[in-house]
């Protein structure tokens, strides 16, 4: 069977206009990035056709370490839709490279659902990621040089400052580093380190804006310390704002690519959903709706991160609107929570399946607390049984949620017929159902035990020192109305990532606090999570080449 990567290599790939033209969008307004990529203006979206058009968001059961197919599973139901005659846009985040050459691979989707050209898009794609990158570490040098001067220097604390910089790639040894060395021309030393891009608060700020002005407003609210007299320092007292806005003025349009199958698809932003709001941006999100008749979105990771989050936050900040809910599960997921080792899951196991239930079960659960009836979408194996299959059908059944097969990595589009009915009849039963899990004007400590009782099953929260002191800061800074945007792990349900199924009447512990006052919310960390990862023992980089034609393999 062909690999993901040689599947999109022999396909035929539509120049980017004739995708373009699918839309209604005139090619004349396209900002080619070459044969198959572009950019599309932001002065395109329609705020009233935004409204009449149907949103689809998919997320997922809670992850094993291989991810469960959440992004194939969007593109094939796009691809679907519009075999039913449903004109329809799947947008999608850009892929990290940190997952990339990591372990989990690429978010291009896979098999025959997949977003091309997949090498690029996995890649550089249209140089967003570094435009991020450029503009957060130029406000780091900023606030070092500022500290340096004698005239205009605004007496920042080096001890205070929170900022720091950022590369696209999983590199553990830069999480902690002193700056700063050298001598005096070379700057104030200091601690210091680095945040993988996607997990920055400059990304979560591009994928909130709502347009350049508002992204430069919310660029200059970035905290970034106190002075020795204990007063803030934000992104706008060292006039910031405007040249970071610059770095971003190409990478907050929207880029357009296509399916394997011709069907339109929006790629823009990137913020992970363990840290971030982990979905794409509000502006590709009202462009896809613009242009649609129906749009087919992703959450990153599972329903009590990723959709927590696109509810409570990308939803609320860009007045949003669900019509229908997917939850992507797979069989080997559930035998996974259920108690199987990962090297046993191909191991047909009834009563391990049966035990996961309880996982998919939580997932429903969350998804009702915002008024959806959630449908559940079986990402199909070649290792799922006919016995494991209907089990599983029948169990959703007994909870009362419709359920598809979805077999679309190895029939594209066909594969995810009887899903897109059934999303069709799903949407149709729900025109105004998204009901917000908590109030913006509640305490932090509320909204924070809100998510993490409802979404997660905890008991309590149980806060550090060092946790309070933060929150009680933020609350002098007049900020106690952002969101919450909740940093674990996403291995579990629980903030501890060896809690299988799902944990209850647990301790959730909140260790810091850090504050993202551009992006308009709170990250408070729990666990062990890191804002810079690690690869592992044997990374993705290590099968992936290019011969001397510039052939990449090894992609997935």
């Known amino acids: 069977m062909k690999t993901d990567i040689e599947i999109a290599q022999t396909a035929k790939i539509r120049p980017i206009q004739e995708i373009a033209e699918k839309l209604g969008i005139n090619p004349d307004e396209l900002e080619l990035y070459g044969?198959?990529?572009?950019?599309?203006?932001?002065?395109?979206?329609?705020?009233?056709?935004v409204k009449n058009a149907r949103l689809i968001l998919v997320t997922a059961i809670t992850p094993t370490p291989a991810g469960e197919g959440k992004t194939t599973t969007s593109i094939g139901l796009a691809?679907?839709?519009?075999?039913?005659?449903?004109?329809?846009?799947?947008?999608?985040r850009e892929p990290s490279l940190g997952p990339v050459f990591g372990i989990k691979g690429g978010a291009a989707g896979g098999g025959y659902s997949q977003v091309i050209p997949m090498e690029d898009i996995n890649l550089h794609f249209t140089g967003?990621?570094?435009?991020?990158?450029?503009?957060?570490?130029?406000?780091?040098?900023?606030?070092?040089?500022?500290?340096?001067?004698?005239?205009?220097n605004l007496g920042i604390d080096s001890r205070t400052i929170v900022w720091k910089r950022v590369m696209d790639m999983n590199d553990r040894s830069l999480r902690n580093i002193n700056i700063g060395l050298g001598g005096t021309s070379q700057g104030v030393p200091r601690e210091s380190g680095f945040n993988i891009t996607a997990a920055s608060e400059v990304m979560a700020t591009l994928c909130i804006a709502k347009d350049l002005n508002d992204l430069k407003k919310r660029l200059g609210n970035i905290f970034v310390g106190y002075t020795y007299m204990g007063k803030p320092v934000f992104a706008r007292d060292l006039k910031a704002e405007g040249a970071m806005t610059a770095l971003l003025a190409d990478a907050i349009k929207p880029n357009l690519v296509q399916t394997l199958e011709g069907t339109p698809a929006i790629i823009h932003g990137g913020p992970f959903a363990n840290i971030a709001q982990g979905t794409n941006s509000v502006i590709a999100t009202k462009m896809g709706l613009t242009f649609s008749d129906y749009v087919v979105t992703e959450a990153g990771f599972a329903s009590e991160l990723g959709a927590e989050k696109f509810f409570n936050i990308k939803s609320r900040f860009g007045n949003l609107n669900t019509d229908a809910v997917v939850i992507v599960a797979t069989i080997r997921a559930l035998k996974y929570h259920g108690g199987l080792k990962l090297s046993e899951m191909h191991i047909e196991d009834l009563i391990a399946l049966k035990n996961g239930f309880e996982n998919l079960d939580k997932h429903i659960e969350n998804m009702r607390c915002y008024g959806f009836n959630p449908v559940i979408s079986i990402n199909k194996f070649s290792t799922d049984t006919e016995a494991e299959i209907?089990?599983?059908?029948e169990h959703c059944k007994s909870q009362k949620v419709p359920v598809a097969l979805n077999d679309s990595w190895y029939q594209g589009g066909n594969g995810a017929i009887e899903l897109a009915n059934i999303v069709v009849s799903a949407v149709k039963n729900c025109p105004n159902c998204l009901k917000p899990l908590y109030d913006m004007d509640w305490s932090f400590e509320k909204k924070i035990e809100t998510i993490a009782t409802k979404m997660y099953g905890a008991d309590h929260v149980e806060y550090s020192v060092l946790a309070?002191?933060?929150?009680?800061k933020i609350e002098e800074l007049s900020l106690g109305n952002l969101a919450v945007c909740i940093a674990k792990t996403q291995k579990s349900l629980s903030d501890?990532?060896?809690?299988?199924?799902?944990?209850?009447?647990?301790t959730f512990k909140i260790r810091e606090i850090e504050l993202s006052s551009g992006a308009g919310f709170i990250v408070p960390i729990a666990g062990t999570i890191m804002?810079?990862?690690?690869?592992?023992?044997?990374?993705?980089?290590?099968?992936?080449?290019?011969?001397?034609?510039?052939?990449?393999?090894?992609?997935?």
């Open 390 to 393: 209907k089990l599983l059908k």
């Open 35 to 49: 044969k198959y990529k572009a950019k599309i203006p932001l002065s395109l979206i329609d705020e009233e056709r």
């Open 496 to 506: 501890n990532e060896h809690k299988k199924g799902c944990p209850r009447g647990f």
């Open 79 to 92: 691809q679907a839709l519009n075999k039913i005659g449903k004109k329809t846009t799947v947008v999608l």
């Open 128 to 152: 967003d990621m570094s435009a991020v990158e450029k503009a957060n570490n130029l406000l780091a040098a900023l606030i070092d040089n500022n500290i340096q001067l004698n005239e205009g």
């Open 468 to 472: 309070k002191q933060q929150l009680k």
């Open 531 to 556: 804002r810079m990862p690690g690869l592992p023992t044997h990374p993705s980089a290590e099968k992936i080449d290019v011969d001397g034609n510039g052939k990449i393999t090894g992609l997935f």
